[in-house]
Each structure stands twice: as structure tokens, then as C-alpha cells.
């Protein structure tokens, strides 16, 4: 039960971070780094993270984020599943 409590919470914070730096952008605004946002992705907020990017199309076009976080949602799934056997 722990295990999910801090997966949820890891991927809402990905995708809030997300959120948070697509309205920087927009506004001109000091951003959250690029390492800031894939370590939250490496963290197990992967899927958060690529909810993000498809939410507020954001990071869509960088290879690192569109290669790298969809390889990191199904590491941590094969992850999770292992887990769970």
C-alpha cells in the first residue's frame, strides 16, 4: 500500500512540475531545469511526467523527453510489475 501511496505522490509532483514550467515559459519567466524535470521523471514520476508533456505540450520536441521519458515509463513499469510478483 506504501509502495503505490509514493508513486502517486512522485508522478503528481512530475506532472505539476510540468505544469508549473510550461506556465513559466509562456510567461518569461525563471524556468525549473531540464535536469530538475527528468529527475523527477527518474524518481518514479515517469508516467507523470509524460502526462505532463502531453497535457501542456511541453518538452515534446526534445529528444532527451520524448525518447527518454517514454523509456522510462516502461523500465518502471517492468519495474513495478517485478515488484508486485
Not at 503505490?4 to 512540475?17: D, E, R
Not at 510540468?18 to 530538475?36: C, L, P, V
Not at 508533456?53 to 522510462?72: D, E, Q, S, Y
Request: net charge positive; glycine share 8%.
Amino acid at each position: 500500500m506504501g509502495l503505490w501511496i509514493v508513486l502517486i505522490l512522485a508522478n503528481l509532483f512530475s506532472f505539476t512540475l510540468f505544469g508549473i514550467d510550461k506556465n513559466k515559459a509562456k510567461k518569461g519567466n525563471w524556468r525549473i531545469s531540464e535536469r530538475t524535470l527528468i529527475a523527477s521523471a527518474i524518481l518514479f514520476g515517469s508516467f507523470g511526467a509524460w502526462l505532463g508533456m502531453k497535457v501542456f505540450h511541453h518538452k515534446t520536441r526534445k529528444p532527451l523527453f520524448a525518447w527518454g521519458v517514454p523509456l522510462l515509463c516502461i523500465l518502471q513499469l517492468a519495474l513495478i510489475l517485478y515488484a508486485c510478483i
